[in-house]
């Protein structure tokens, strides 16, 4: 092609149509020059290059993390206390502590750091640093603050030793500080740049500016630098307490369109692309350079029906519940998704304690359009009823909600129930959503940790008050006894009974599940995809 | 001259203030809630997270009281702080605006280029194969969709043939100099670095063949029909009956006549690839500001969207004000009048 170009210069360039091949020629030559040996050179085989969208990302600051992108790079560059290892979202697992028990108080919480970790300087990572980390993240008041509000105050006890001391032992805390918006950073460092963990830190921190583009952390790589909507670069520390992490350098690549992720890693530009739709990844299949890893997430889709005051039908409980029997959820996730999704029975999804595939079949919704009918005429309304169902224009993990709403509107016209679709702008559905204004939407939830607390009180404090949901007593104990029951299998069964609960109040029906897929170039061994909020474990990255 | 010069002048500053207070009317009549575009879920239900951020930002004040800090504060070149990005929203632009600049600007040049010889040549030699040419050239550049046409490029050029670099300003494992004016090719070729030159350049050849279709189009159209009406006019005939030859006939007596409309098209052509480039933007994963516009607006980030709109409505103005300026150059009669 090159060859062919130039050749039409030397034939064109004076003739009568200068410009025609001319611009051509230039265009031939600039393009000829820019393709060096790419994926040859040695410096590109030691870089692993993320192909992401981080538009969403404001700080890199872990204290201000609050988006979708940039947990990743503050997990890669910083570690917490404890953690989730991939797959089990259940067991919390050692970091930089190795062992942590409650006091006999019953509101201290001990940890042991481990021995042995420095920070990415070689200054030891010390019990210090952890009081200041945790304490500048409560005075800086950003929004990861809120997720740890029942933490009074740190204490450091010795090097190696230091209380966390809550002010409500009820509420869950372990598996919400395994978040990349709870490490530990090196003080003095942080310090020097203009970090202050003092009461009036929110006013006074000023090291935010440093913490986007540079880090200070025990993590196994160093943030370097950060070009907004361009990309992000972190260099190898080789301190990492964990053995030495397998690439020098790990560039996140920022591309916002999933087709062009797809050329990228198809022409090896890019080693991971994480934002491909099923459609996209189904092409890869063949392709011998590229292998599909896949994890279920911990997101989900649902559809949340109100009890409207603008329309009695839904106020009445089995009209709302004949909606859950007369959808076909298994059409949804196979012919909307390929298949890529799972489906939990309520607002706990999939993988987290007490909540399974299997449980759904047991006592989820299903598709079972004799029971919607009898439930519709139990409810007085056996010609159907209608409702508004608004949804935003935009698409979750390649499901369009207009997609989605048309195939709901489908199902239940079966049963007589006529859904009106009301698509507008994503921020006026959430404006009119949070505002208890919506009758039904189709919307998305992401919690900020795995942690089966999170979700339920969602339901019972946030959520309902949208869907109009005057909680029962019994439903708020259900849940307060279940997030204060440090026994996985005795909470699992009250996790159990909530879900019952919510199936028969039946005001969210959860739809979609994603299980997340990623393109992989086979020159890349052991990166592993994690639900728990931060994507993906680099540790373990390293080049096949 | 002077008079003409200043009146455009005071009246270039009333349109860059209507255009504001339009734009700040209207980014206030959309019923979506900013302040739950920037909370999370738990944040945005407790009510008095949600006052502490109204006051913060300021949207608890009334409406004119708002728009008079707006005001106050661009006087001062202060546009305050982002919503969305939490920095001062100049410096969001500062880091943007060069990557659509440097990508518009080779497009217009480009759609120059290309479309004012091929808008002469169609007109000169009409109805040749040439002429059609221009008109397959313009017919295509105007209506296929900047979306669809980035991703074919793309697809073609980068996916199939790879003869030419993927999304972004440079490959992926190469870095940016420190920004100078942010204008790579022109850090690059300060500090003397033509291998991050080259690799600046072959990335900004697809997307600016695409963001330059739709304005390479208008130009080769505007450009034949100004100059087949300059061709027929008597001057021309005379020139002709004097002997002149051909091309100087037509470079000489016809085609500064026939800029002036060209002209005006060029400017407000080249001002909207400034402010036009989200589609292009999105698909070369370009940082620009079409994309931080587009984004700001989804958010309602008002400061963001006031300051956008003030700087484009201040290129519009000002490239309006040039042309209008060039007029008086290139067609004396505008003074007379």
């Known amino acids: 092609m090159t060859d062919k170009a130039k050749s039409d210069v030397s034939r064109g360039g004076l003739g009568r149509r200068p410009f025609i091949a001319g611009g051509g020629g230039l265009l031939a030559a600039v393009l000829a020059g820019a393709r060096p040996a790419r994926a040859q050179n040695a410096a590109r085989k030691a870089t692993l290059v993320i192909g992401l969208d981080i538009s969403d990302s404001i700080s890199l600051d872990p204290a201000r993390v609050a988006q979708y992108s940039n947990p990743l790079p503050c997990h890669a560059a910083y570690d917490s206390l404890v953690t989730f290892s991939p797959g089990d979202y259940v067991n919390i697992k050692p970091a930089l502590a190795t062992e942590w028990a409650m006091q006999a108080d019953g509101k201290t919480l001990r940890f042991k750091l481990r021995q042995g970790v420095k920070f990415s300087t070689g200054t030891p990572m010390t019990a210090e640093d952890v009081r200041f980390s945790f304490e500048r993240v409560i005075n800086l008041k950003d929004q990861p603050q809120q997720y740890i509000a029942h933490v009074d105050s740190m204490k450091v006890v010795d090097d190696h030793t230091v209380d966390m001391l809550l002010k409500d032992p009820t509420q869950p805390i372990l598996s919400i500080i395994a978040a990349p918006e709870f490490i530990v950073m090196e003080k003095a460092v942080a310090v020097q740049h203009g970090a202050t963990d003092a009461a009036d830190a929110k006013e006074k921190d000023k090291a935010t500016d440093w913490l986007n583009a540079n880090s200070c952390g025990t993590g196994p ?54 934002n491909l739709i099923p459609e996209q990844v189904a092409t890869l299949k063949d392709d011998p350079d590229i292998r599909v890893e896949g994890a279920t997430s911990l997101d989900f889709i649902y559809m949340a029906v109100a009890e409207s005051a603008d329309n009695p039908a839904l106020r009445n409980k089995k009209a709302r519940q004949a909606i859950g029997y007369a959808i076909d959820f298994d059409g949804i996730i196979k012919n909307l998704i390929g298949g890529h999704a799972v489906r939990p029975v309520s607002f706990i999804p999939v993988g987290m304690n007490g909540s399974t595939s299997e449980l759904t079949k047991e006592i989820g919704f299903r598709e079972d359009l004799p029971r919607a009918k009898k439930l519709l005429a139990e409810a007085g309304l056996p010609d159907g009823f209608s409702f508004q169902l608004a949804y935003g224009n935009a698409a979750i993990a390649g499901v369009s909600y207009q997609n989605l709403a048309q195939k709901i509107q489908a199902d239940l016209a079966r049963v007589g129930i006529k859904a009106e679709l009301a698509p507008m702008d994503q921020l006026n559905m959430r404006t009119m959503y949070l505002g208890g204004k919506a009758q039904a939407v189709l919307t998305f939830w992401n919690p900020p940790a795995p942690e089966n607390q999170l979700w339920a009180a969602a339901t019972i404090d946030r959520v309902s008050k949208r869907v109009h949901w005057d909680v029962p007593a019994a439903v708020r104990k259900l849940v307060n006894d279940a997030s204060a029951e440090r026994d996985n299998a005795k909470s699992a069964v009250l996790w159990k009974q909530y879900q019952e609960a919510m199936v028969d109040a039946a005001h969210h029906f959860v739809l979609i599940q994603p299980i ?25 990255a390293k080049p096949a | 001259m002077l008079r003409y010069v200043v009146s455009r002048l005071g009246l270039s500053v009333v349109m860059v203030l209507l255009a504001t207070l339009v734009i700040f009317l209207i980014a206030n009549t959309v019923p979506g809630d900013p302040v739950l575009m920037q909370l999370g879920d738990l944040a945005a239900s407790n ?38 990005s939490r920095r001062p929203v100049l410096r969001d632009i500062a880091d943007y605006a060069p990557a659509t600049v440097e990508l518009a600007s080779i497009a217009f040049v480009l759609s120059l280029a290309v479309g004012l010889p091929l808008g ?61 004016t942010g204008l790579l090719l022109i850090d690059t070729a300060w500090l003397g670095d033509w291998d991050t030159f080259r690799d600046a350049a072959a990335h900004l050849v697809l997307p600016s063949i695409v963001l330059a279709g739709s304005t390479l189009g208008l130009i080769t159209r505007t450009t034949r029909a100004a100059m087949l009406e300059a061709l027929s006019q008597d001057y021309v005939r005379v020139a002709r009956a004097k002997g002149l030859r051909g091309r100087a006939v037509v470079t000489g007596h016809a085609l500064p006549n026939a800029m002036l409309p060209v002209v005006t098209l060029g400017g407000l052509a080249y001002a909207n690839l400034l402010a036009g480039a989200v589609m292009t933007e999105t698909v070369f994963s370009w940082p620009g500001l079409g994309r931080y516009t587009f984004t700001s607006a989804v958010a309602v980030d008002f400061p963001a969207i006031m300051a956008i709109t003030t700087i484009v409505a201040i290129v519009f103005v000002a490239v309006n004000f040039l042309v209008d300026l060039s007029y008086a150059l290139l067609d004396p009669r505008v003074l007379k009048r």
Do not use: C
Not at chain 1, 517 to 536: C, D, E, N, P
Not at chain 2, 52 to 80: N, Q, S, T, V
Not at chain 2, 121 to 137: F, G, K, P, Q, T
Not at chain 2, 141 to 155: D, E, I, N, R
């Open chain 2, 47 to 84: 009510p008095a997270t949600v006052a502490e951020f109204r006051h913060h930002w300021g949207l608890d004040l009334p409406l004119w009281h708002r728009y008079w800090i707006f005001l106050d504060g661009m006087l001062h070149g202060d546009f305050g702080e982002s919503l969305v």
């Open chain 1, 516 to 540: 997340y897929q990623i393109a992989v170039r086979k020159s890349v061994a052991g990166l592993q995809l994690t639900a728990a909020g931060w994507m993906t474990e680099l540790a373990g």
């Open chain 2, 120 to 180: 002469i040549l169609a007109a000169v030699r009409r109805d040749s194969w040439i002429d059609h040419l221009a008109r397959a050239v313009s017919l295509i550049g105007v209506s296929a969709p900047t979306f669809w046409l980035a991703f074919v490029v793309l697809a073609i050029f980068y996916g199939w043939l790879d003869i030419a670099p993927g999304p972004g300003r440079l490959d992926p494992v190469s870095f940016p100099p420190t920004p100078i």
């Open chain 1, 221 to 274: 790589y160093r943030l370097t630098g950060w070009q907004r909507n361009q990309s992000i670069q972190m260099v190898r520390n080789d301190q990492y307490w964990g053995g030495k992490p397998g690439y020098e350098r790990v560039l996140i690549r920022h591309m916002s369109e999933s087709a062009a992720q797809l050329l990228a890693i198809k022409r090896g530009d890019i080693d991971v692309a994480f």
